[in-house]
């Protein structure tokens, strides 16, 4: 059974870092891109970024609105895909969710989400 | 970046009732369309996949049409359960982008 399992939210200071795990058991975990979706309370999805396999240089694409301060990893030996949150800021407070795949693998499974609070 | 324009933002309609939401896309995507459904306080849950391939295990009331800008999604026979909010979600090309979804609410 696939599943995918986020760690690491709480409550950060603005400006201050922070570093998400998804854990995935149930696939071989390098085969596949990971990638980050993110919600805004009561709001929308917001697509956050992803990390392509190793066949595909472990390269990453980021959206607009986290570029230069988010970056996605990979630790393939774990199963562990990682969201380093620098700088951040109050609009970054979400639900953040860990998704496999890339092509038409896309979303096919979601973790469970982690809640980031970005206040003072 | 690619825009993704969702048609209506809410709806409300009644048990049994043909439902038919809209996705446009601000430039040709191909096919590189997914459909997500998402129940309050749930983890969105992909339906359709490459347009209008069916998730597997998911009921087959719910379809999806489409290629280059304009998408549909429409569920057949509304069920209690149907009753959720609809993303739609291009991947052609980065950043992907979700469309701003979709409330359907029971009439």
């Known amino acids: 059974e696939v599943q995918l399992v986020e760690s690491g939210g709480g409550l950060v200071q603005p400006g201050r870092s922070l570093r998400l795990s998804c854990t995935a058991s149930?696939?071989?975990?390098?085969?596949?891109?990971m990638s980050w979706v993110r919600q805004a309370p009561g709001k929308g999805l917001e697509w956050v970024g992803l990390?392509?396999?190793?066949?595909?240089?472990?390269?990453?694409e980021y959206a607009a609105s986290v570029k230069g301060r988010f970056t996605i990893s990979r630790d393939d030996s774990k199963s562990i895909a990682y969201l380093q949150m620098n700088s951040l800021k109050t609009e970054d407070t979400a639900v953040y969710y860990c998704?496999?795949?890339?092509?038409?693998?896309?979303?096919?499974?979601w973790g469970q989400g982690t809640l980031v609070t970005v206040s003072s | 970046d690619i825009q993704m324009t969702q048609s209506p933002s809410a709806m409300s309609a009644s048990i049994g009732d043909r439902v038919t939401i809209t996705c446009r896309a601000s430039?040709?995507?191909?096919?590189?369309l997914a459909w997500f459904q998402q129940k309050p306080g749930k983890v969105p849950k992909r339906l359709i996949y490459?347009?209008?391939s069916l998730q597997s295990g998911v009921p087959s009331r719910f379809s999806g049409s489409g290629s280059g800008t304009e998408f549909t999604l429409t569920i057949s026979s509304l069920q209690p359960e149907d009753f959720a909010t609809y993303y739609c979600?291009?991947?052609?090309?980065?950043?992907?982008?979700f469309g701003q979804g979709t409330k359907l609410e029971i009439k």
């Open positions: 990390i392509r396999n190793k066949v595909y240089g472990g390269t990453t």
């Open positions: 149930g696939f071989t975990f390098g085969d596949y891109a």
């Open positions: 998704t496999r795949g890339g092509g038409y693998n896309y979303g096919d499974y």
């Open positions: 430039q040709g995507i191909s096919n590189y």
């Open positions: 490459a347009s209008s």
């Open positions: 979600l291009q991947h052609n090309s980065y950043p992907y982008t």
